[in-house]
C-alpha cells in the first residue's frame, strides 16, 4: 500500500523552495479578482499563485501522489494529471493569505493537505516570510518558529472569532448563551487587525476562539486538524460524524466542506 503521507513529508522541502518562490514573487506582484464578490480576501489571486502551484504539483506528479484526487485552488497545466476517482484527496492552497500577501505582508503561507475521505491524515502550512512551520501528521501537532507580535487589544483574549457566517444562527443557544455568559464576545477577525491570520491566531492562544463555515477545501481544515490535535474544545461535539469529507460542493468557483464548527482555546 501507498505511503501518501511519507511521500509528503519527503516533499517538505520542495512545499518550502515553493514558499521561497512566493516570498521572491512578493515585491511588485500583480492581483486581480477571481469574480465580482465583496469579499476581496477571499477571491484576490496573483500571478504567484499560479506559479508556486504549478511548481509544486510538476514535483508532485513525479510521485504516487499522482493517484490521488486534487482540491487545488487554482487552474494550472498540471491539475489534470491527477485520478479523479481516487480514494485520497489531497488539497493545495498555493497562497493562502492572498490578500495580505499583495499588500506585501509576511502573514502569507503555503497549504498542502491530504485526508482519505474520512479524515485528515497531514497538514502542512509554510510561511516563508517568517520560518514558521506548522504541521499535523497523523493526529501529532508540531510547530517551528515564533508567533508573530500582532499588536491585539487585552479582550483578544475572551473573543472568539471569524471570518464569514453567522455563529448564532448555527451554535445551539445553550452554547451560544453559556459563551456569552462566560464573557465571550464574537467578532469578525478583520475587527481585531488589518492583516489577520486565523491559523496563527489559533495556535498561537492570541484570541479565545475560532469559528468557521462552509470550509474552504483547499486549505484543508487547518485550525480544526490543530484544534484537533491539540485537544482543544471543539463545538458541535459530534463534528466529525457530521462533516463528510467526500461531499465536497462548489460555490461559483470555489470548493468547499458544507457544516461549520467552533473551537476554543480553552475550556471555558
Same mark, same amino acid.
Given at each position: 500500500m501507498v505511503d501518501f503521507v511519507k511521500i509528503l513529508q519527503n516533499l517538505e522541502p520542495v512545499f518550502k523552495e515553493a514558499g521561497q518562490l512566493a516570498l521572491k514573487m512578493q515585491q511588485g506582484v500583480r492581483s486581480h479578482d477571481k469574480q465580482d464578490t465583496q469579499y476581496d480576501f477571499i477571491n484576490?489571486? #496573483? @500571478?504567484?499563485?499560479?506559479?508556486?502551484? @504549478?511548481?509544486?504539483?510538476?514535483?508532485?506528479? *513525479? #510521485?504516487? !501522489?499522482?493517484?490521488?484526487?486534487?482540491l487545488a485552488e487554482e487552474d #494550472?497545466? =498540471? #491539475? %489534470? &494529471?491527477? %485520478? @479523479?476517482?481516487?480514494? +485520497? /484527496?489531497? =488539497?493545495?492552497?498555493?497562497?493562502d493569505g492572498t490578500a495580505s500577501y499583495a499588500r506585501g505582508d509576511k502573514r502569507f503561507s503555503v497549504i498542502i493537505a491530504l485526508h482519505d475521505g474520512e479524515k485528515f491524515l497531514y497538514t502542512f502550512v509554510y510561511y516563508p516570510a517568517m520560518n514558521i512551520t506548522v504541521k499535523v501528521v497523523n493526529g501529532k /501537532?508540531?510547530?517551528?518558529? @515564533?508567533?508573530?507580535?500582532f499588536s491585539l487589544s487585552p479582550d483578544a483574549q475572551k473573543t472568539i472569532v471569524y471570518w !464569514?457566517?453567522?455563529?448564532?444562527? *448555527?451554535? =445551539?443557544? $445553550?452554547? /451560544?448563551?453559556k459563551l456569552q455568559k462566560d464573557g465571550f464576545m464574537f467578532k469578525n477577525i478583520l475587527e481585531l487587525h488589518p492583516n489577520p491570520d486565523s491559523i !496563527?491566531?489559533?495556535?498561537g492562544g492570541c484570541?479565545?476562539?475560532? +469559528?468557521r463555515e462552509d470550509m *474552504?477545501? /483547499?486549505?484543508?481544515?487547518? $485550525?480544526? *486538524?490543530?484544534? &484537533?490535535?491539540?485537544?482543544l474544545k471543539v463545538y458541535p461535539e459530534n463534528f466529525e460524524n457530521l462533516l463528510n469529507l467526500k461531499d465536497i460542493k462548489q460555490k461559483k468557483s470555489d470548493l468547499y466542506y458544507s457544516g461549520y464548527y467552533l473551537v476554543l482555546n480553552k475550556e471555558n
Open positions: 484576490i489571486v #496573483t @500571478e504567484a499563485d499560479f506559479a508556486v502551484q @504549478e511548481f509544486i504539483l510538476q514535483k508532485i506528479v *513525479n #510521485t504516487d !501522489l499522482i493517484l490521488c484526487r486534487l #494550472t497545466p =498540471s #491539475t %489534470n &494529471k491527477f %485520478n @479523479e476517482q481516487g480514494k +485520497y /484527496y489531497l =488539497s493545495i492552497d498555493p497562497i /501537532y508540531f510547530f517551528d518558529g @515564533e508567533i508573530p507580535d !464569514l457566517g453567522d455563529l448564532k444562527k *448555527n451554535i =445551539s443557544s $445553550e452554547i /451560544y448563551d !496563527l491566531m489559533l495556535a484570541v479565545a476562539g475560532l +469559528y *474552504n477545501a /483547499y486549505d484543508g481544515m487547518v $485550525e480544526f *486538524n490543530i484544534a &484537533k490535535a491539540k485537544g
